[in-house]
Structures are given as structure tokens and as C-alpha cells.
């Protein structure tokens, strides 16, 4: 039998113009115009700390922080390079954040693989316990950290610094990855069961290659977040050999007295290894944002 296409006369709805996506209209230059302005607010700071940076004390006397530097002075900088000893507190602070950067990661994949994975009892609560955790203002920890260092013998080593970040890192990284983690494909877990595979088979062949853009971000924030503490390194860390460049560069402060150019140029030294660090993973951190949104 033979069979006769005609054409269809159902109504066909009309397509929607397609809009190009470099002409959205007002609102987009209005939102570009926005982020401009506070970026550029944000680099003002920067601007102030770069231009006192090379600019004598007598100038800032004379001249205070706004004006313009009379010569190009370099003595700030060597100074605060010579007199903190800054390739020593370069390494601390390296070794302090990165090796909290990735013991953080470790424990918080460890404990996330338990309670978005494994479905312990009761992983609400214990979530949420280390949500509350994470949400506890350092002050309100200090005492009880110090007198557990002293009783145990880790006051004024790096390893007390490692050790109170890991964990207070790895409350957040947890809290994260439990909630990743329990949305993770079932299927998955169920086709590398079907195939044999234990627990520590799926965690290293089937979870970790698929969390690993979202682990490298973890490892990024992890590592900045600790090189920039002060607090704690300041009431744990009390030698000179031990200490990290926020506290060799609070250090320069006195009670009645504040060398502002040297102040200036050592943050500007401290600076430099983190934008470096920025600028290296700086495409790991952007791949790592956006992965969630692919899927």
C-alpha cells in the first residue's frame, strides 16, 4: 500500500528573534557601568598602598598620604625586606597555607563522602553541626586554643597553626561537599557496586574525578584564606622564626609610633605572592566556578 505525504496545515508559531548577545539594551551597559565603578573602588585602596609605598617619610610628613612623592624612594622596601626577615616568613606563611590547603581538602572530601555519599544517621544534624561550627567568630575560640597548645606542647610551632586551620577549613569543605555529594548520580554509584567496587574504589575512581573541579576551588579559597589570617598566627606564633608575613607586617607598628612608607611597602611586598598564586590557578578557579553550572 502505498503511503502519500501532504503537507501539514497545523499553524506554525511564529520564532523568536534571536537577539545577539553583544545588544541587550540599556541594562546591560548599565550593569557593565556598575561593576566598572566598584571594581575600580576597590583598587582605590591599592592604589593609596602603591603610591605611600615609594614615597618618603619626610614627603608623607610634609605631604600626608595623598600627595605625590617628591623621588622615587626604595629604602621602605629594603628595609622591611632586611628587618623582618621576609624570605623567612614568605616560607612560613607558604608552608602554613598550603599544607592547610590540603589537609583541608582531604578531611573535608573524607567527612563528605560519609554523609552525602554513605547517608549516615542523622548527616542533617551533623551538617549542620559543622555549619555552626564554621560560624563561630575566631575570638570566641582564642583562649581555649592557646590552652591546649600549652598544655600539649604545640604553643608557638607551625604545626599548632596546621592544625586549628585543617579543621576550622575542613567545617566549611565539609558542609559544601556533604551537600555536592548528596545530590551525586545514584546511577554511578550503582554501576561501580554492580562492577564490584568497594567504598574506596568509588570515592578515588568514580567520586573524586568528578568533584575535582570543584576540590581544586576548595584548595584555592583554602590557601588564601589561611595566608591571610592574622589573629590566631598573632597569639599562637610569638617567635620571630615562626611567625607569618600579616604578623611580621603588624609587627612594624609600634604603640606611639607607625613608620607609614615602610608599613606600605611591606604590605606591597606581601602582596605580590598572593596575586601571583591568584593569577597562576586563576583559570582552575574560573573552570571550577562554572563547572556546576555546565551540568
Known amino acids: 500500500m502505498a503511503v502519500t505525504l501532504t503537507p501539514s496545515t497545523a499553524p506554525v508559531a511564529p520564532r523568536r528573534p534571536v537577539r545577539d548577545r553583544h545588544h541587550r539594551g540599556v541594562s546591560r ?38 600627595s605625590w612623592p617628591t623621588e622615587f624612594y626604595t629604602k621602605g622596601l629594603r628595609t622591611y625586606w632586611t628587618e623582618v626577615n621576609f624570605p623567612l616568613k614568605l616560607w612560613n606563611s607558604a608552608l602554613i597555607a598550603g599544607s592547610v590547603a590540603v589537609l583541608g581538602v582531604a578531611v573535608s572530601l573524607l567527612n563528605a563522602y560519609a554523609l552525602g555519599i554513605g547517608r549516615v544517621r542523622g548527616r542533617l544534624w551533623i551538617v549542620g553541626l559543622f555549619l ?8 570566641a575560640l582564642i583562649y581555649p586554643l592557646y590552652y591546649v597548645a600549652k598544655q600539649v606542647g604545640l604553643y608557638n610551632t607551625q604545626l599548632s597553626v596546621i592544625i586549628i586551620f585543617t579543621v ?15 545530590t551525586f ?3 554511578l554509584l550503582e554501576a561501580a557496586a554492580l562492577d564490584g567496587a568497594g567504598k574506596w574504589t568509588v570515592l578515588w575512581r568514580v567520586v573524586f574525578p568528578n568533584l575535582r573541579p570543584t576540590l581544586a576551588v576548595l584548595l584555592i579559597f583554602f590557601f588564601i ?20 608575613i600579616p604578623v611580621a607586617l603588624a609587627s612594624l607598628q609600634g604603640d606611639r609610633l607607625m613608620d607609614a612608607p615602610t608599613t606600605n611597602a611591606g604590605a606591597l611586598i606581601s602582596l605580590v605572592p598572593a596575586i601571583l598564586f591568584f593569577l597562576i590557578f586563576q583559570r582552575t578557579l574560573a573552570r571550577g566556578i562554572t563547572a556546576g553550572a555546565e551540568k
Open 185 to 187: 548520580p545514584r546511577s
Open 225 to 244: 584564606w589561611t595566608w591571610n589570617e592574622f589573629l590566631i598566627p598573632l597569639v599562637m606564633l610569638i617567635d620571630n622564626q615562626t611567625q607569618t
Open 29 to 66: 551597559w548599565v550593569v557593565l557601568t556598575v561593576v566598572t565603578l566598584a571594581a575600580l573602588a576597590m583598587l582605590v585602596p591599592f592604589a593609596f598602598m602603591l603610591l605611600n609605598a615609594f614615597k618618603s617619610p619626610g614627603d608623607y610628613s610634609s605631604g600626608g598620604p595623598l
Open 168 to 182: 576550622i577549613q575542613s567545617a566549611f569543605g565539609t558542609y559544601l561537599l556533604a551537600s555536592v555529594m548528596g
Open 132 to 139: 555552626l561550627a564554621n560560624m563561630l567568630p575566631q575570638e
